[in-house]
């Protein structure tokens, strides 16, 4: 069974950052695909960001270009989403995936999520 464990949500002004953490278990490291996914109030759940595991590529949403990074500590199991520049329009649960292959479909298993609130 994947587990899945998200952390470093919180409440921040515009402007200001936060770094995500995510912790799973029940996988091969190599097998997976590890993603952000974040659903704000009245929107569908948007894709944020994806890490494929096995060569360390990364994917970015245009929203999250240039101001968000995706991460991770192989040995700790941990993948990480560094959030810089924040926007009021950042504000969401931000809920971290892991899929089995090289794409971050959302199919696969799902942590509760980390709200981030955004303040002006």
């Known amino acids: 069974e994947v587990l899945i464990l998200e952390s470093g949500g919180g409440l921040v002004q515009a402007g200001g950052s936060l770094t995500l953490s995510c912790t799973s278990s029940?996988?091969?490291?190599?097998?997976?695909?590890v993603g952000w996914f974040r659903q704000a109030p009245d929107k569908d759940r948007e894709p944020v960001s994806c890490?494929?595991?096995?060569?360390?590529?990364?994917t970015y949403a245009d929203s999250a270009k240039g101001r968000f990074t995706i991460s991770s500590d192989n040995a700790k199991r941990m993948v990480y989403l560094q959030m810089t520049s924040l926007k009021p329009e950042d504000t969401a649960l931000y809920s971290c995936?892991?899929?089995?292959?090289?794409?971050?479909?959302?199919?696969?298993?799902w942590g509760q999520g980390t709200q981030v609130t955004v303040s002006a």
């Open positions: 995936t892991v899929d089995l292959g090289r794409v971050c479909s959302g199919v696969g298993s």
């Open positions: 029940g996988f091969t490291l190599d097998d997976a695909a």
């Open positions: 890490l494929i595991l096995r060569d360390g590529s990364t």
